[in-house]
C-alpha cells in the first residue's frame, strides 16, 4: 500500500543567462549533498547488517580507498567524444570519485587520516584547474563536479581542518559551475540531468540560493521532456530551449520513437545504460533538494516509478513488443536505481514495481560509475527522510528524528524525539494556550527546520515560532487577531504558489473567509489572500495534490450550504473556481480527510463523512480536480468533534 503524503513542495526560478555570480548567503542544511548528517549517521550504525556490510566491504578493498592513492592534476582537462581523446578525463573523474570515497570513509570511521586525504585530493585539484575543453566537456564537468561537491560538503561540515576549503568552492564556483548551470537543453537528455546533479551539489556547498533555484528550474523543465507520462499529451514534452520542439523533430531527438507509454524515456531507444545515468540524476537532484526542503520527489514520483521498472522488467528477460524502438533494445542497464529506488519504496512506499526490486537487489551492492558511488551503503533502505522539514512529522532538530507536541495544559510544549519511543525532556514554547487548539508544524522559512503555529487564547491572535534546531524557537511572529484557538482551525497547506516556502491557511472566526499566506522564508508571509467567505472556524481546510500537477489544492465544506469545494492551486497563491461535489457535508474539524492514493492510480483521493448518513464516502481523484463518483466505505462515523 501507498501512504498518503503532503502536498508537493516545488521550486520554480527565473531564467539566469549570465555567468552565476556569488550569491547573497542562504540558510541551507549541511552536510546536504546527496547524503545528510542523519543518513550517514544511520549508515554508522548498521555497519555491521547487511546490506551495509557488504557495500563497506566493498568500498573499503577499492583503490580508490586507498590511503596511497595519488591524485594526477591538470590544469586543462580536454575530453573528446567519449572520452577520446582523454586528456586528464578519467583522472578527474576517478580523483573525484575517491575524494567522495575517503570523506565518506571519514564520516563513517571517523579517521581523520581519510579526511585528509580527501583534502589532499582536492588541493591538488584546486592549486591547478582552469578550465574544460573538447565536445565532451560539459558532461565531464558533470561528472566531476557532482562528485567533488560531495566530497567538499562532507569535508568541510564535518572536519574542521582544510585550510585550503575556500580556493576548492571558488574552483567549484568559476571553474565548473558555469558550465553545468547553463544546461544541454540539445543533447541527450543525461547530459543536462547529470550536470544539474552537479550544478545543485555545487550550489548547496557554495550557499548560493539563486545558482540552486535555476538547478531545480532546469531540472524541472527537463523532467517531463525526459521520460515520458501520458498525461504529457500524444508526443513527449520539448525540453526548455530545445531546437527540438515540433513533433517530428521530439520523434526524431527520442530515437524515432513514435508510440509513447508511461515510463518510456528519451533514450529507451538508444540505450539502457545512459537511461539508467538520466534517470540516476533525476533522483540525485530531488534528494539534495529534499535536504534543503524542497520536494522533488512528489514531482517525479510517478515518471520514476514507471520509467524504472519499465527498463529493469526488459532488462531481466521480458519481451520488447514490436511498437517499441523496432522491436529490439540495446540492454545494458547498470546499478543505477538505488537512491530513487529509496525513495519510492522505502520512504514512499510504493510495492507496485517488482522488476525494480528485483534488479536492484540483484545488483547489490553498488560499486563506482562515473558520479554514481557507493549507493548501496549510503542509500539502501535508508529511512531518513530528504527534506526533514516539510515531512508529515515535525522535526525541529533536524536530527532525523520525529518529535512531539501538545497544548493540552495551556502551555505549548516540545518533546525532542530520540527514536525507540524514547524523547528527551519537555521544553516550552509558552503558556495561555487553548487546550483545544491544534498546532500546526511545517518548514515556513525554508530552513530545513520545522516551525510551529498556534492561536493564543485570550488574544485570538495567530502566531509562528521559527524552529532553530535543539528544540528551540525564535520569538513568536503575529499574524494578527481573529482567530479561534480550536482544534484544526489551522491548516499547512504545502507549498501553494512554487517557490518552495511552505504556506499556511485559516479560517477567521470573525469573518468565516478562508485565507491563504504565501511563506516568503524567514517567518515572513505575503499578505493573506481570502479564498472567500462563509467557512466555519471550527472546520480544518484539507490540503493535497489532488490532480498531480505538484501544487497543493485545498477541500473545504462551507457552513451555510454544507457543500464540499475543492481549489485546484495554480501557483503564487492562485486557485481555480470550486468544483462543487455536492451538499450535505459537515463542515467540522475531522469530517475531510486526504487518504492519499488508496486506489493505486496516482492520484490524491479524498474522503467525507455526510452528515445526513453518518456514511463515509471516498472520491477517486482522476487528475485535474477531477473525481469519480463516491463510494461508501459504511456507516457510523460521526462527523465532528
Keep these: 500500500m501507498r501512504p498518503a503524503r503532503s502536498a508537493a513542495v516545488v521550486m520554480l526560478a527565473a531564467a539566469f543567462l549570465s555567468v552565476p555570480q556569488p550569491a547573497q548567503a542562504a540558510v541551507f542544511k549541511h552536510p546536504g549533498v546527496l547524503v545528510s548528517r542523519a543518513q550517514l549517521d544511520f549508515v554508522r550504525a548498521n555497519l555491521d547488517k547487511e546490506p551495509w556490510r557488504a557495500a563497506w566491504r566493498k568500498l573499503q578493498r577499492h583503490s580508490f580507498a586507498s590511503l596511497s592513492y595519488t591524485a594526477t592534476p591538470r590544469a586543462v582537462v580536454d575530453c573528446g567524444p567519449v572520452s577520446n581523446p582523454d586528456n586528464g578525463c578519467s583522472d578527474e573523474r576517478e580523483d573525484a570519485m575517491a575524494a567522495y570515497t575517503h570523506a565518506l570513509q571519514?564520516?563513517?570511521?571517523?579517521?581523520?587520516?581519510?579526511?585528509?586525504?580527501?583534502?589532499?585530493?582536492?588541493?591538488?585539484?584546486?592549486?591547478?584547474?582552469?578550465?574544460?575543453?573538447?565536445?565532451?566537456?560539459?558532461?565531464?564537468?558533470?561528472?566531476?563536479?557532482?562528485?567533488?561537491?560531495?566530497?567538499?560538503?562532507?569535508?568541510?561540515?564535518?572536519?574542521?581542518?582544510?585550510?585550503?576549503?575556500?580556493?576548492?568552492?571558488?574552483?567549484?564556483?568559476?571553474?565548473?559551475?558555469?558550465?553545468?548551470?547553463?544546461?544541454?537543453?540539445?543533447?541527450?537528455?543525461?547530459?543536462?540531468?547529470?550536470?544539474?546533479?552537479?550544478?545543485?551539489?555545487?550550489?548547496?556547498?557554495?550557499?548560493?540560493?539563486?545558482?540552486?533555484?535555476?538547478?531545480?528550474?532546469?531540472?524541472?523543465?527537463?523532467?517531463?521532456a525526459y521520460v515520458y507520462l501520458k498525461t504529457d499529451g500524444s508526443v513527449p514534452k520539448a525540453a526548455p530551449r530545445s531546437k527540438y520542439d515540433t513533433k517530428a523533430e521530439i520523434i526524431d531527438y527520442w530515437h524515432g520513437q513514435t508510440t509513447f507509454?508511461?515510463?518510456?524515456?528519451?533514450?529507451?531507444?538508444?540505450?539502457?545504460?545512459?537511461?539508467?545515468?538520466?534517470?540516476?540524476?533525476?533522483?540525485?537532484?530531488?534528494?539534495?533538494?529534499?535536504?534543503?526542503?524542497?520536494?522533488?520527489?512528489?514531482?517525479?514520483?510517478?515518471?520514476?516509478?514507471?520509467?524504472?521498472?519499465?527498463?529493469?522488467?526488459?532488462?531481466?528477460g521480458g519481451t520488447v513488443p514490436s511498437w517499441l524502438c523496432g522491436g529490439k533494445v540495446e540492454l545494458g542497464l547498470g546499478d543505477h536505481f538505488e537512491v530513487g529506488y529509496n525513495a519510492l519504496h522505502h520512504?514512499?512506499?510504493?510495492?507496485?514495481?517488482?522488476?525494480?526490486?528485483?534488479?536492484?537487489?540483484?545488483?547489490?551492492?553498488?560499486?563506482?560509475?562515473?558520479?554514481?558511488?557507493?549507493?548501496?551503503?549510503?542509500?539502501?533502505?535508508?529511512?531518513?527522510?530528504?527534506?526533514?522539514?516539510?515531512?508529515?512529522?515535525?522535526?525541529?532538530?533536524?536530527?532525523g528524528v520525529g518529535d512531539l507536541f501538545s497544548t493540552s495544559t495551556g502551555t505549548l510544549t516540545v518533546w525532542n524525539g530520540q527514536g525507540d519511543n524514547t524523547f528527551g525532556p519537555p521544553a516550552s514554547a509558552g503558556g495561555e494556550w487553548s487546550g483545544f487548539s491544534r498546532p500546526v508544524a511545517g518548514d515556513f522559512n525554508g530552513d530545513g527546520l520545522s516551525d510551529l503555529l498556534a492561536v493564543k487564547k485570550d488574544s485570538n491572535r495567530l502566531h509562528v515560532w521559527n524552529g532553530q534546531g535543539g528544540n528551540t524557537f525564535g520569538p513568536p511572529i503575529e499574524l494578527g487577531a481573529g482567530w479561534e484557538p480550536y482544534a484544526d482551525s489551522l491548516v499547512s497547506l504545502g507549498d501553494v504558489n512554487e517557490d518552495g516556502r511552505t504556506d499556511l491557511g485559516a479560517v477567521h472566526?470573525?469573518?468565516?473567509?478562508?485565507?491563504?499566506?504565501?511563506?516568503?522564508?524567514?517567518?515572513?508571509?505575503?499578505?493573506?489572500?481570502?479564498?472567500?467567505?462563509?467557512?466555519?472556524?471550527?472546520?480544518?481546510?484539507?490540503?493535497?495534490?489532488?490532480?498531480?500537477?505538484?501544487?497543493?489544492?485545498?477541500?473545504?465544506?462551507?457552513?451555510?450550504?454544507?457543500?464540499?469545494?475543492?481549489?485546484?492551486?495554480?501557483?503564487?497563491?492562485?486557485?481555480?473556481?470550486?468544483?462543487?461535489?455536492?451538499?450535505?457535508?459537515e463542515p467540522y474539524a475531522g469530517s475531510l480527510m486526504s487518504p492519499g492514493d488508496v486506489n493505486g492510480d496516482g492520484n490524491s483521493d479524498i474522503a467525507a463523512v455526510h452528515s445526513g448518513t453518518g456514511t463515509l464516502y471516498v472520491w477517486n481523484g482522476k487528475g485535474g480536480n477531477a473525481f469519480g463518483p463516491a463510494t461508501a466505505v459504511g456507516t457510523g462515523w460521526k462527523s465532528s468533534f
Excluded at 547529470?194 to 532546469?218: C, E, K, N, P, Q
Excluded at 537532484?285 to 510517478?302: C, I, M, P, R
Excluded at 512506499?349 to 560499486?367: H, L
Excluded at 558511488?373 to 532538530?397: C, I, K, V, Y
Design 261 to 316: 507509454v508511461d515510463g518510456l524515456t528519451q533514450e529507451t531507444c538508444r540505450d539502457f545504460w545512459h537511461t539508467g545515468w538520466g534517470l540516476a540524476a533525476i533522483a540525485h537532484v530531488a534528494e539534495t533538494a529534499g535536504h534543503q526542503g524542497v520536494d522533488l520527489y512528489s514531482t517525479a514520483k510517478h515518471r520514476l516509478r514507471f520509467a524504472m521498472d519499465l527498463h529493469a522488467r526488459l532488462q531481466l
Design 106 to 224: 571519514w564520516y563513517l570511521t571517523k579517521d581523520a587520516r581519510y579526511a585528509k586525504k580527501a583534502i589532499q585530493i582536492m588541493d591538488a585539484w584546486s592549486a591547478v584547474i582552469t578550465k574544460h575543453t573538447g565536445s565532451n566537456a560539459p558532461l565531464q564537468t558533470g561528472w566531476a563536479g557532482a562528485n567533488f561537491s560531495r566530497a567538499a560538503e562532507l569535508i568541510k561540515h564535518t572536519y574542521s581542518g582544510w585550510s585550503q576549503a575556500g580556493r576548492f568552492a571558488g574552483k567549484l564556483r568559476t571553474v565548473y559551475l558555469p558550465t553545468v548551470i547553463a544546461g544541454a537543453p540539445n543533447n541527450n537528455g543525461n547530459w543536462e540531468l547529470i550536470m544539474t546533479d552537479a550544478a545543485i551539489g555545487i550550489a548547496v556547498h557554495l550557499d548560493d540560493r539563486a545558482s540552486f533555484d535555476r538547478a531545480v528550474s532546469t531540472w524541472r523543465g527537463r523532467l517531463p
Design 509 to 585: 472566526a470573525e469573518t468565516g473567509v478562508l485565507t491563504v499566506w504565501n511563506g516568503k522564508g524567514g517567518n515572513a508571509f505575503g499578505p493573506a489572500d481570502p479564498i472567500g467567505g462563509g467557512w466555519l472556524p471550527f472546520s480544518r481546510p484539507v490540503a493535497g495534490d489532488f490532480n498531480r500537477d505538484g501544487i497543493g489544492d485545498l477541500l473545504a465544506v462551507k457552513k451555510d450550504t454544507k457543500t464540499l469545494y475543492v481549489w485546484n492551486g495554480r501557483g503564487a497563491n492562485n486557485f481555480t473556481d470550486a468544483i462543487e461535489r455536492g451538499p450535505g457535508w
Design 347 to 399: 520512504r514512499l512506499g510504493y510495492d507496485d514495481i517488482p522488476s525494480a526490486t528485483q534488479w536492484v537487489e540483484q545488483k547489490r551492492p553498488t560499486g563506482v560509475s562515473h558520479f554514481l558511488g557507493w549507493e548501496t551503503l549510503t542509500h539502501a533502505q535508508n529511512p531518513h527522510r530528504a527534506g526533514m522539514g516539510m515531512s508529515a512529522t515535525p522535526d525541529f532538530d533536524a536530527d
